[in-house]
């Protein structure tokens, strides 16, 4: 199992800057991939992006340009590092592990971008 703590939310004004943090229980060598998913009200998870041992990060298109995932593999963390935010981001982020063919979850963190 992995167990993912994660933290970094909070309120934002559009335009404004936050960075999330998600620390994993394992090596993340022993992890195929780490990434962030959002929620909003009324609306489905959806992948924000995503970072491979092996391979490039991806994103979603909504967010390409102003999200950046980044990992720390000494400290089993990545981080999602968000500019130029906008109201439409406002939703409850999640960190994911995909860990011997399993989804592993967060608790979530809610972001709300408002002025």
């Known amino acids: 199992q992995v167990q993912l703590v994660e933290s970094g939310g909070g309120l934002v004004q559009p335009g404004g800057s936050l960075t999330l943090s998600c620390q994993a229980s394992?090596?993340?060598?022993?992890?195929?991939?780490m990434g962030w998913f959002r929620q909003a009200p009324g609306k489905q998870r959806e992948l924000v992006a995503r970072?491979?041992?092996?391979?490039?990060?991806n994103y979603a298109d909504s967010v390409k340009g102003r999200f950046t995932i980044s990992r720390d593999n000494h400290n089993n963390t990545i981080y999602l590092q968000m500019n130029s935010l906008k109201p439409e981001d406002t939703a409850v982020y999640y960190c994911?592990?995909?860990?011997?063919?399993?989804?592993?979850w967060g608790q979530g963190t809610q972001v709300t971008v408002s002025s």
């Open positions: 994911n592990a995909i860990y011997m063919g399993e989804n592993y």
């Open positions: 394992r090596n993340f060598v022993s992890i195929f991939a």
């Open positions: 970072s491979f041992s092996m391979s490039p990060s």
